[in-house]
């Protein structure tokens, strides 16, 4: 995607091809500063403090973690180390785990003076994959943007609302929920999206509207607490939002918040859809609720807020009265009954066991295996 008309991505190998360079997400949108990564440290660093935060990102920042630990020790030993430690930064996002497994079966049987480069290799296909898989949501979903025109009448534009931040800086590219939105707005379809601020750490607000913003996108932001109203008085066409974990019956697993807004569209009739690349699918999981690990995150996220003062200053205040407790659960988890239909590389499904199969065949005897049982019984169940 392009900042300042420039095409940029969210993660890029340094001009030595050794040194990982990010977007440091937090310091967005009041300015756009790059980093530099250098080491396993680096890239801990930036995932737990959300310098680079979203899914897929997520995932393919800690295969380029891995690749910065054996640049400096290639051992079994600095392998599983590395790797543990990346597994623990973040719990929700099922992509983090899915990164590591695909760079451990590239990496297993490599000798360990080739392990290095063989890495690089593997985290850079990890990276183009999922720019590739997430502009082929684009173009299923757009499908859904261009129905919800057809299917309105009176109103230009198609309203599209959105929740935190699924756009091409949680991705590598292009991004999940957004793809549709950016290449409805390539083919000239008019729309607008209402952005969800997504407190507490309201990447709606900064990053979602950042973004639309720079490939002028008119977009609207909106507090959390507006969607139900603007969902019953009719001036939203469908909901948007990504996954940070999807279960192989459907169950969504995504920013806090995702919930309540599935459940306002349920009441009002609006399409609530998913949009997902593969490596969000915990094929392991049925029952998101039960199964699914919800990052705890520091309550000062939700009794302070970061912004900028009419001095240009960037600054943390304080919102509560000092001593009360906050809580922070950073996802939530909605059940497949509510979602519309998921939008993934491979097409639109229904939100079920069905509709993921039959878009992933080959998943079917894996995730059998994976729950210690024969495929057939798995679906005989459902
Ligand atoms: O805590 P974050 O900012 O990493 O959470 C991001 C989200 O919840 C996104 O909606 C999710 O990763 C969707 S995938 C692009």
């Not at 599935?262 to 690349?277: C, E, M, Q, S, T």
Request: aromatic share 4%.
């Amino acid at each position: 995607m392009r900042v300042r008309g420039a095409a940029c991505r969210t993660i890029w190998l340094g001009a030595g091809g050794l040194d990982v360079e990010i977007i440091d997400q937090t310091r967005l949108p009041h300015a756009f500063v790059t980093r530099t990564l250098r080491s396993l440290d680096d890239a801990l660093d930036a995932i737990r403090s959300m310098r680079v935060r979203g899914a897929p990102l997520i995932g393919v920042t800690a295969a380029y973690g891995l690749c910065l630990a054996l640049r400096a020790d290639a051992s079994d030993a600095a392998l599983d180390a590395a790797c543990r430690a990346l597994l623990a930064t973040r719990p929700t996002a099922v992509n983090l785990r899915w990164a590591l497994e695909a760079m451990r079966a590239a990496l297993r049987d490599a000798p360990q003076p080739a392990r290095a480069a063989l890495a690089y290799a593997r985290a850079a296909q990890l990276a183009d994959e999922d720019a590739a898989a997430c502009r082929a949501i684009g173009e299923h979903g757009v499908a859904l943007i261009e129905a919800a025109r057809a299917g309105r009448s009176g109103r230009e534009r198609v309203h599209v609302l959105t929740h935190c931040n699924a756009g091409w800086l949680a991705a590598v590219d292009w991004g999940t929920a957004l793809a549709p939105v950016y290449v409805a707005h390539e083919r000239g379809i008019p729309l607008h999206v209402y952005v969800d601020e997504t407190r507490p750490r309201n990447q709606g607000a900064s990053l979602t509207a950042w973004e639309l913003l720079e490939h002028g996108v008119p977009h609207t932001v909106i507090a959390d607490n507006a969607g139900g109203h603007l969902m019953r008085t009719g001036a939203v066409d469908l909901c948007l939002v990504g996954s940070d974990r999807t279960t192989a019956r459907g169950d969504v697993c995504n920013k806090i918040g995702t919930y309540l807004k599935a459940l306002a569209a349920r009441d009002n009739g609006v399409p609530f859809y998913v949009a997902l690349p593969h490596s969000s699918i915990d094929w392991a999981l049925e029952d998101g609720l039960a199964e699914i690990p919800i990052e705890a995150r520091d309550a000062r996220e939700v009794s302070h807020v970061w912004g900028r003062d009419a001095e240009g200053q960037v600054r943390e205040v304080a919102l509560l009265p000092e001593g009360s407790p906050a809580a922070n659960p950073a996802f939530d988890v909605t059940p497949a009954r509510l979602v519309t239909a998921l939008v993934t590389e491979r097409g639109v499904c229904d939100a079920s066991r069905e509709g993921l199969f039959g878009l992933y065949p080959e998943r079917s005897s894996q995730a059998g295996r994976a729950r210690g049982e024969d495929a057939a019984s798995a679906s005989a169940r459902t």
